[in-house]
């Protein structure tokens, strides 16, 4: 049974009430950070439940009607994941409940609708640590940082979102409610559904609760900041803070083309530009400190500046501008299209120069920073959303990124996933044999191809 | 094309050789470490592949010939996951390379044959640390800890050894050669293919090579050992431990009916018994002194004994001894049924007594030990595996025991897998909807269901 999409409203409007299915269609609901490149999806209704059985009634009612639904978090993703093209927009925002939390216990469990900053502010003022730092925590939120496994600057000590995940419940075809895992560390009696449904951007289900397991918070952090004449030099010193098997907390760079476009709002003067290494260590004071001065000597060899704040405000001030960056750089054409390559750690300088000449074989002004120690760069070309020649130059130059990240091992996406405009990629680095088996996931999961369809492949 | 049970090692000699294909097949490739329990399998031939294409040609056999076949590690797992059933042993004891080591990088690529003490020493030699610790680390595999998912008593802050897995080379059928992942440490371009095919325990491919990523090695450890009077006060030692929001590396206890059983071989006099706890800290010389004193005072109200040995040789006994427990046991019938039960930490104490009730009704002595962090006890019941009436009430006392895991919201299997012993316990804990899927992924990658039968479900 297959509802038109110009009733589709009125059809949910009939079945689930005013209190649920929103007037018309926002346009708030049509996009999300990809809006920076010009992509604005469609949708012909919007649907708000409560409850997670709201959410399984909901995605059962578009089951039996062939209705296609597009689940969405915060809208922060970056690969257009939650950027509709038909169908129903099922927003997450109502889920909001903190279903438990237990300090002692070192974990909770809360509703997909629970922002990111939530989440870290809730286990903070228990004296615990959520470790996942994707950005946008304000308006970012947990089931979406699950649905897409959101890394961050953390990542390189703490992993993935999907690594403190002990439990998921979910809304699968044709309208079930499931839970796998709970609040429970380990658990390898089925397959690893969880991890399954982490990161796969809402085309297996509809994630409506996770159980998160917590770390007791740092007693002390400290980041060290230099620059450094050139990649090379500084990829040197990204690579003697590793070899010196340094257990740092975050190991961050910014290319000199993002160091320039970004430094007015620098906390302190940056005198001069050059390649920025950011090393953030935690532990106790004593350890922070051992760990700082460490670091301090692992980088300072040629460094052009040193800085290494030491007070919370400054601290604070520091991450803010580093959260800031992806916004910076838009500045000089009002948008960009930014891709999360990663590539193995000894191959990054090679990937950082290469975004640059690719860039420029494209005529578009190129940078990239990211996250150093897991090889993961946001590679960057810069455009004018509103010049579609602009964007079509910059994502033939991001297929270019996605060959590179191929031919040098890497991925096409280590945090921001596949979504829509990555479709049609997972072929550089895959075999046939494992995309059949992605594709054979699929089908198990989404029989009927309601799930997000266009996404993930 | 069926080949008929009695030539298939005709046949398969006739493809592969002799150099590959046994002559016979040695008991050796029948059973694991359940034969404590009398179990044994049967097999109707054993190839030895030495390479990773030979293992792609054998699985490539088998699916041509309707062939089952039962991937084997290191035989060392607990739910007879490496026992077959029927058909061909594949086993991978000869892919033995170290493919790439590079301790400045923190990874390095090993195959699937070696065993998880060369993992371990290799990265040690560098200064770092492989840290999944399942024991039995001189016979067991790598790829067998993958396939399982193995744990261990630092899985409480280090994880299990998934949580190092950046990428696997497998062969999945009808015979490919797969990658997915690599030297990589973010991926999220497809499903999370890596993590279904840790702990799927050969039922859905072959693991040939895994890309593992290190730490650096703490520069000490230093483990607190205390005794208990009982349980409870045990209990709350353990929650004295966690509450006090110290980051641990192992959290252990041990029932006093296990201590009692294990104690003449401990490496200091037990003046008496008692249920032990048994904290493992690590990190830098100054770190460790801290936090042993910190777990000293955490642990010390009303403990009946205090130990914390400081040289290199006490720590390395204590440990031998802490992997010799499940022998130990062992001793007083000649063999065990062992359970690897999760709950949630709060409610380990219940799970603790439970063990010793469902012992009594069914008149076996049982006793319990485990990973109190992670809420994952070894319930055991001793039994001698020549009387199959106690190993048959054994087997009834354990399944009270995955009813009681169910129930606490736990899950029946925390390392062990489910294997051949824990066949349908899977729907005490999963949805019907949930199985569905489960079946439904065994089905995509195995669709003549050749692939370890009988296991995992």
Known sequence: VSVAPASLEQELRARF?????????????????????????????????????????????????GAPLTPRGGGTGFAGGAVPLEGVVLGLERLKAVRSLDPELWRM?????????????????????????????????????????????????????????????????PG???????????????????????????????ITSVWLRLTPAPEAVAPVVSLHDGTMSGCEALASVLGSGLPVAALEYLDPETVRRAADAFPVPLERGGFMVLVDVDGSTEEVARLRAEVHEAVSEGSLFLWAPESAAEIAALWRWRDGVSIAVQVERGGKVSEDIVVPFDRLGEAIEETLAI?????????????????????????????????????????????LAARLGGSVSGEHGLGLVKGGQLRRQWAPAALALHDAIKAAFDPAGLLNPGKKR
Do not use: M
């Open 17 to 65: 009430g005013d209190e649920l299915v929103l007037r018309g269609v926002p346009p708030l609901y049509l996009s999300d950070a990809t809006e920076a490149r010009g992509l604005h999806g469609n949708a012909d209704a919007v649907v708000l439940p409560r409850t997670a059985e709201e959410v399984a009634d909901v995605v059962a009612w578009c089951y039996e009607h």
């Open 109 to 173: 469990e809360v509703e997909a609708g629970v922002t990111t900053l939530d989440v870290r502010r809730r286990a903070r003022e228990s004296g615990l640590l959520f470790p996942p730092d994707p950005g946008a925590a304000e308006q970012s939120q947990i089931g979406g940082n699950v649905a897409t496994n959101a890394g961050g600057p953390h990542a390189f000590k703490y992993g993935v979102t999907g690594d403190w995940v002990t439990g998921i419940e979910a809304v699968v075809a």
């Open 176 to 206: 079930e409610l499931v839970q796998v895992g709970g609040a429970i560390r380990k658990d390898v009696a089925g397959y690893d559904l969880a991890s399954l449904l982490v990161g796969s951007e809402g085309t297996l289900g509809v």
């Open 359 to 403: 860039g420029a074989r494209h005529d578009l002004p190129a940078c990239s920073w990211g996250h150093a120690g897991d090889g993961n760069l946001h590679s960057t070309f810069l455009v004018d959303p509103g010049e579609p020649a602009q964007v079509a130059r910059a994502e033939a130059a991001s297929e270019e990124l996605f060959d």
